[in-house]
């Protein structure tokens, strides 16, 4: 049984940083392509970044290019999200999801089939 369960999340002031992890089992990690996807107050899902199976890919929303950055370990098969200067507009529940198709970095609906549970990420002062 495929299995992704975040942790990490947390309440945060505005510029600061936080890293949330995805330790993943039940599936061959290391062949699979990855994305963290969000639900912000609103409900409004936004891909935010994806990495390949072997980590040479990296792609990220615009939103948030240059302040967050995907990795995984395939050794620990984990999948991490480094948020630097975060701001309240961040603010949303956080998903590690698993793609469908092995080397295709999942960014629309259709493209993943396995979700986490999330973990919520606040932004306030």
């Known amino acids: 049984e495929v299995q992704l369960v975040e942790s990490g999340g947390g309440l945060v002031q505005p510029g600061g940083s936080l890293r949330v992890s995805c330790a993943a089992s039940?599936?061959?990690?290391?062949?699979?392509?990855m994305s963290w996807v969000r639900h912000d107050p609103g409900k409004r899902q936004q891909w935010v970044a994806g990495i390949s199976p072997d980590g040479g890919r990296l792609q990220y929303a615009e939103f948030v290019r240059g302040r967050f950055t995907i990795s995984r370990d395939n050794t620990k098969n984990t999948l991490s999200l480094q948020m630097n200067d975060l701001q309240p507009e961040d603010t949303a529940k956080y998903y590690c999801v698993k793609a469908v198709v092995s080397e295709l970095i999942p960014q629309q609906p259709n493209q993943i089939d396995h979700w986490g549970r999330g973990t919520q990420v606040t932004v306030s002062s």
């Open positions: 039940g599936f061959t990690f290391g062949r699979y392509a």
